[in-house]
């Protein structure tokens, strides 16, 4: 995005991917606003979210906003007009200084900028950096320095939450590896000393543990989709009535009473287009939570939907509500990330937030409340989508 005028006392400000130029002024030649940031700037940087700081081809500081404030703690009257290395005095994870190693003025001239990088501001606080060198003409001096500044939290979440994907599926498969292995060498060493119903309890057993772990595989394959966005939705009609009385089949086969369950469909519905695979997954999860963490019974209501924009029948809603204790309001806002567990621990509590994923991934939406019995409800609705080829 390009914003013409919008300039440090001339030349151009690279910003992220936007981009703001002007025709130059004369060199040395600001009028300062309220940020300390001259005022022919077409944008106000104080509404960057990341600190922006801009040095002039002497090397001191010009432009110094709010957000550049806040992250350095340095206020922007003692920043105006010093030189940059001391306004900034970073250092690199080795301890080395950063303006010095990289020489932006007196370095090679064909170089543009830094690409970000972890730096560490004086008593150890780490900040994201970039940088770019703005010349008037490509291998001329620099003319502007500009610096972007940005904290390093999210990045901080983001690491924390991988490391605790990390731990939790070297949890997960520790112990249904150990079993597989305990039960194959056992099988393996003494294979003559067991009775064939002992010997079938065994591979039973070790299929189960298989079964469990390339369940978590494929859930760690789905969370990887979804966070790259690559989640592929393979869209065919589905019959969501005839899903819903399928799992509710196989849960009673399992050994739930059949009154445990009420399936009230509203009708017709309209023709879907979906992924039967993963709405099968949604359907799957949203009943195994009701069933294991709900009381009572387990109520799913099917019906037609109105769009975003107001027209029926552009949509399905499946509601799938249980009598038990439900989710505490405090954690409802949580109820789709990983992890999540509530009050009962087991599994991996990715099931929602893949749950979640895939919804989005057609299209649709999910939410969760209080049902009419006072259990967990969760709501979620898939658009027709309709391939373009039959529209």
């Known amino acids: 995005m390009t914003h013409s005028g919008a300039h440090c006392a001339g030349g151009e400000v690279g910003y992220g991917d936007m981009t703001v130029t002007s025709r130059p002024t004369q060199p040395q030649e600001f009028h300062l606003g309220p940020s300390g940031c001259p005022e022919a700037l077409g944008i106000d940087p104080d509404d960057l979210p990341d600190g922006l700081v801009v040095a002039d081809e002497t090397g001191r500081v010009v432009c110094f906003n709010r957000a550049a404030v806040r ?16 306004v900034l005095p970073l250092e690199d994870l080795k301890g080395r200084r950063w303006w010095t190693l990289t020489d932006p003025y007196g370095g090679l001239a064909t170089r543009v900028g830094q690409p970000e990088r972890n730096l560490l501001l004086p008593g150890g606080r780490e900040v994201l950096v970039s940088a770019r060198y703005v010349r008037d003409v490509p291998t001329g001096p620099v003319r502007r320095l500009v610096v972007s500044l940005r904290g390093t939290e999210a990045r901080r979440r983001s690491e924390r939450s991988n490391a605790e994907l990390i731990a939790t599926v070297a949890h997960e498969l520790r112990s249904p590896l150990t079993s597989v292995k305990g039960f194959t060498a056992t099988l393996l060493a003494k294979w003559e000393r067991f009775t064939d119903d002992q010997k079938r309890l065994m591979l039973e057993t070790v299929d189960a543990d298989a079964n469990r772990v390339t369940r978590l595989i494929a859930e760690l394959l789905d969370i990887s989709r979804i966070d790259s966005g690559r989640l592929e939705v393979r869209r065919q009609p589905v019959d969501l009535a005839a ?7 196989a849960h009673v086969a399992a050994g739930q009473t059949p009154d445990r369950f009420r399936v009230d469909v509203t009708g017709p519905l309209p023709d879907l287009w979906a992924d039967p695979d ?17 009381e009572g019974t387990v109520t799913i209501d099917i019906a037609p939907s109105p769009s975003a924009g107001g027209q029926s029948g552009t949509g399905t809603a499946v509601t799938v509500s249980d009598e038990g ?15 999540w567990r509530g009050s009962k621990r087991g599994g991996t509590g990715l099931g929602l937030y893949i749950v979640k994923g895939i919804v989005e991934a057609h299209g649709g939406t999910i ?5 009419p019995g006072g259990g967990a409800q969760f709501r979620f609705i898939l658009p027709v989508g309709t391939p373009a080829h039959l529209l």
């Not at 709405?279 to 294991?292: H, I, M, P, S, W």
């Not at 939410?367 to 049902?371: F, P």
């Open 325 to 339: 204790p439900g989710i505490p309001e405090e954690s409802m806002g949580r109820v789709f990330t990983r992890f």
């Open 71 to 86: 992250i350095t703690a340095v206020a922007r009257a003692d920043a105006i007009g010093r030189p940059l290395e001391r």
């Open 243 to 249: 899903a819903v009385r399928r799992h509710v089949e």
């Open 367 to 371: 939410t969760v409340g209080r049902g």
């Open 278 to 294: 993963k709405v099968d997954q949604v359907l799957g999860n949203l009943l195994e939570n009701a069933v294991r963490h709900g």
